[in-house]
């Protein structure tokens, strides 16, 4: 076989997976390679399962996984090469975060003085490298999630699996790791990480695979996958105490093809171009003079967007 | 407000311009316009790719023993065990070289040979047995203690906490894992009860000033304690360990254990006292060692069934522990969370 054919970092052939009578994984095929990739799906998708099948916790009933094109359940050797961080993984709360980092690179099999100026490293690059001699069960959830990130780093991995890293944490600290999972991206690594809120992921990349109920059911570019959402019919939903005379001004405008009174002081409006109608939306409620207190886009969501991609 | 603090291109100040109906609209071109709060600058990322080479199998081995063995002196990027923990293995250590101190004394004090202190804690058949196979104190207080100690969340705090995926996420089989684990709780045991053993020899020797031919006399019988008291440890640590991978709490493996090695050892008491046949005795892990230990050492034996239904027993018991050691850190993360 030439050199030249590259073998992905992930490649996963018609994977399945059940728990007794529960899917975990069904028929899942994929193979990525290279920069950040987002695993979507709601709880239960599948998405963790898919990761303990790449870490090689389980193994697949059909198909297979391969992780620089070894079976990572027959042979630990592709973990050199892999960062891993859980969801639910707990941390040593005793221990400082510079000697959490470099008690994981040495199992690595690094000597103690690189574990320690790796580890110094690879905290300096998620921002910890000022709390770095403070407790790990002393920092915040944000610090948590961003020293488990450390951890991964430390033996400079190719291939970042990162289970729901954002969870828990507030503004500032998504920001942080976002921009450190960016970052990892523009070096060329590659990156999986798993969410199930759509707008996480699209801060951070525009390549994502949908799992739903352990099924594949959308992968590629973000927006090409929002493309399909915008051919079914988005919603916006007003607050106002007068619907009535709201509607009558939005009928007739060019985006709006319908609108309903779902409930009490409740406008809906129907549009197969949420953008367009956006744009309308402040000159017609200007012109219409009507009090709005709310504006929502219930559609706006990745549960929708699920709900449109199965019901098909 | 100046106008470089208000986001007049972006969609959303206009939105909420418009949108908002309530008095005071006009101060509500607020806070969330400005588009430089959204773009999040928190620290620099300047990441250095590492080109290093890893160490190879036994380095990765080497760092998950120090981990657990290690953290009985410190916490410092090892295993934490608790205080309490550590001083217990101390005045365990401790109670187990007593007799040393006891030498040591006779030795300035200039004891007859052959006395009182001699007989009881000097070199012979009965104390080198008794230096690791004594019921009382030591395996009716020490060992099981000092084991119920070390093994108690060795591996159920992992699974637990899910903290094998440390371990698993790298290149650690469960195979290092499992024998590292071992080899850990195995040693802890034999620095307090083989060790203590080895000392209490050499010490004697040294402090009796004893010659040549004591060492020749006494070695064959050492060197038996010292088979029995590896034998100990390995049994206790697989009894341990096994039932530290069953369960999620500490505290099941650990009183798990007491409960083996004293419930086994209270029924048989009570069925040989009830009916004067020591047969169960073959269910206590303790019984089958001291059993086995009175043999090598020469001893007159108090068990009267046949010595190989105690080493069929200790042989079963150090397999069934181990194969359910096993069985239970393969299922380790295997299973649905």
Redesign the interface.
């Known amino acids: 076989m030439s050199d030249d054919i590259k073998v992905p970092s992930v490649l996963v052939e018609n994977a399945s997976k059940w728990?007794g009578q529960?899917i975990?994984i069904n028929d899942v095929s994929l193979a990525i390679e290279g920069g950040v990739t987002g695993i979507l799906g709601p709880n239960g998708a599948g998405k963790?399962?898919l990761f303990?099948l790449l870490?090689?916790?389980?193994k697949p009933n059909q198909g297979s996984v391969k992780l620089f094109g070894i079976d990572p359940w027959e042979d630990?050797?592709p973990?050199?090469r892999?960062?891993?961080v859980?969801e639910?993984?707990?941390?040593?709360d005793?221990?400082?975060g510079q000697?959490f980092v470099?008690?994981?690179a040495?199992?690595?099999?690094?000597?103690r003085n690189?574990a320690d100026s790796?580890a110094e490293?690879v905290l300096?690059?998620v921002?910890l490298y000022d709390v770095r001699h403070k407790e790990i069960g002393k920092y915040s959830k944000g610090m948590r999630q961003r020293v488990k990130i450390a951890?991964?780093?430390v033996?400079?991995p190719d291939l970042i699996i990162l289970d729901e890293p954002l969870h828990g944490c507030d503004p500032?600290a998504r920001?942080?790791i976002?921009?450190?999972i960016k970052?990892?991206g523009n070096?060329g690594k590659t990156v999986l990480v798993s969410s199930h809120i759509l707008e996480e992921i699209e801060r951070i990349t525009e390549q994502i695979v949908i799992l739903h109920n352990g099924r594949l059911l959308a992968l590629g570019n973000i927006y090409a996958i929002r493309d399909l959402l915008d051919k079914h019919p988005h919603r916006i939903m007003i607050t106002t105490e007068e619907p009535r005379k709201l509607a009558n001004a939005f009928i007739g405008e060019e985006p709006i093809y319908g609108v309903r009174f779902p409930e009490e002081g409740k406008l809906e409006i129907q549009t197969n171009d949420l953008s367009a109608a956006?744009s309308v939306?402040?000159r017609v409620?200007?012109e219409s003079e009507?009090?709005?207190?709310r504006?929502d886009n219930p559609d706006d969501n990745l549960e929708s967007l699920l709900e449109y991609l199965i019901g098909g | 407000m100046s106008e470089d603090l208000i986001d007049l291109d972006g969609?959303q100040t206009?939105?909420e311009a418009?949108?908002g109906?309530?008095d005071g609209d006009e101060d509500l071109f607020a806070i969330t316009a400005k588009r430089e709060a959204s773009v999040?600058?928190?620290?620099e990322?300047?990441?250095?790719?590492?080109?290093?080479d890893?160490?190879?199998?036994w380095?990765?081995n080497y760092?998950?023993f120090r981990?657990h063995v290690f953290g009985l002196f410190s916490?410092?990027?090892?295993r934490?065990y608790n205080p309490f923990i550590r001083l217990t293995i101390l005045v365990i250590f401790i109670g187990a070289i007593s007799p040393i101190a006891m030498l040591f004394f006779s030795s300035l004090f200039g004891a007859e040979p052959d006395g009182f202190i001699d007989k009881m804690w000097g070199v012979n058949r009965s104390n080198l047995w008794g230096q690791v196979l004594g019921y009382f104190p030591r395996n009716l207080c020490y060992w099981p203690l000092l084991t119920a100690l070390v093994v108690g969340g060795m591996i159920s705090d992992d699974r637990r906490?899910?903290?094998s995926?440390?371990?698993?996420?790298?290149?650690?089989?469960r195979v290092d894992y499992t024998m590292m684990k071992y080899l850990s709780v195995a040693v802890v045991l034999g620095f307090v009860i083989i060790f203590s053993y080895m000392l209490y020899y050499t010490l004697a020797i040294v402090f009796k000033g004893e010659g040549w031919g004591f060492l020749i006399d006494t070695l064959p019988m050492f060197l038996a304690g010292l088979l029995c008291s590896i034998l100990l440890v390995i049994t206790y640590t697989s009894i341990g360990l096994a039932l530290s991978s069953i369960s999620q709490s500490r505290f099941f493996s650990a009183i798990a254990f007491l409960s083996i090695i004293y419930g086994t050892k209270l029924v048989a008491l009570l069925i040989d006292l009830q009916f004067e046949t020591s047969i169960l005795y073959i269910l206590s892990p303790y019984d089958c060692l001291a059993h086995f230990g009175q043999w090598m050492l020469g001893l007159e034996l108090n068990y009267s069934h046949s010595l190989s239904l105690s080493v069929v027993s200790l042989i079963l018991m150090n397999l069934v522990s181990i194969l359910v050691l096993v069985s239970r850190v393969s299922s380790l993360?295997?299973?649905?969370?």
């Open positions: 728990y529960v975990g963790s399962t303990k870490m090689g916790r389980i630990t050797s973990y050199r892999i960062g891993y859980s639910s993984e707990r941390l040593y005793w221990m400082t000697d470099s008690t994981l040495r199992l690595h099999g690094m000597t690189e790796r490293h300096e690059f921002g951890h991964a780093l033996h400079d500032i920001t942080s976002m921009n450190v970052e990892l070096q956006h939306l402040p409620i200007v009507v009090k709005v207190s504006i | 969609g206009r939105m418009a949108y109906s309530d999040g600058a928190i620290f990322q300047n990441y250095r790719p590492w080109d290093g890893f160490g190879p199998r380095v990765r760092a998950i981990h916490s410092k990027g090892h934490n906490n899910g903290t995926a440390i371990y698993f996420s790298r290149p650690v089989t993360e295997v299973t649905r969370e």
